[in-house]
C-alpha cells in the first residue's frame, strides 16, 4: 500500500491550491480516501473524505466550505480555497475508515505528506 500527496507549496492568503493523492495498493473501491494535516506543534488533524466507491463525501466543520474532497479509483485531490495562515501545515492523504459521519486514517494506509504554506 502506498498513497503519495502531491502538490504542496506556498501560497498566499485568500489563495487557492490543489492538492493530489496517488494510490497504489488498494484503491476507492477498497476504502475511502481522506485529508488530514498537521501544524508545528498541533494534533494530526482530519479534513474531510471520499467514502469507498467515492459515494459520498465528508468534511469537517473546521474547513467545511472551503474544501472539496474528489477523485476515482487511484486518484484523489483536495481542493482548497479561501487559504489562511493557519491552514499551513503538513498534508496527508490516507485511507479511512468512516463512522458517526466522519472520517478515520486506517492504521497502515498512510502516505508521505506535502507541506503546505500560507504566507504573504
Known amino acids: 500500500v502506498q498513497l503519495q500527496a502531491s502538490g504542496g507549496g506556498l501560497v498566499q492568503p485568500g489563495g487557492s491550491l490543489r492538492l493530489s493523492c496517488a494510490v497504489s495498493?488498494?484503491?476507492?473501491?477498497?476504502?475511502?480516501i481522506g485529508w488530514f494535516r498537521q501544524a508545528p506543534g498541533k494534533r494530526m488533524e482530519a479534513l474531510g473524505c471520499?467514502?469507498?466507491?467515492?459515494?459520498s463525501t465528508l468534511y469537517e466543520d473546521s474547513v467545511k466550505g472551503r474544501i472539496t474532497v474528489s477523485g476515482s479509483k487511484n486518484t484523489v485531490f483536495l481542493q482548497m480555497s479561501g487559504l489562511k495562515f493557519e491552514d499551513t501545515a503538513v498534508y496527508y492523504c490516507?485511507?479511512?475508515?468512516?463512522?458517526?459521519?466522519?472520517?478515520?486514517?486506517?492504521?497502515?494506509?498512510w502516505g508521505q505528506g506535502t507541506q503546505v504554506t500560507v504566507s504573504s
Open positions: 471520499i467514502t469507498r466507491s467515492g459515494g
Open positions: 490516507a485511507g479511512v475508515d468512516v463512522g458517526g459521519g466522519r472520517c478515520f486514517g486506517k492504521a497502515g494506509y
Open positions: 495498493g488498494f484503491t476507492l473501491e477498497d476504502y475511502g
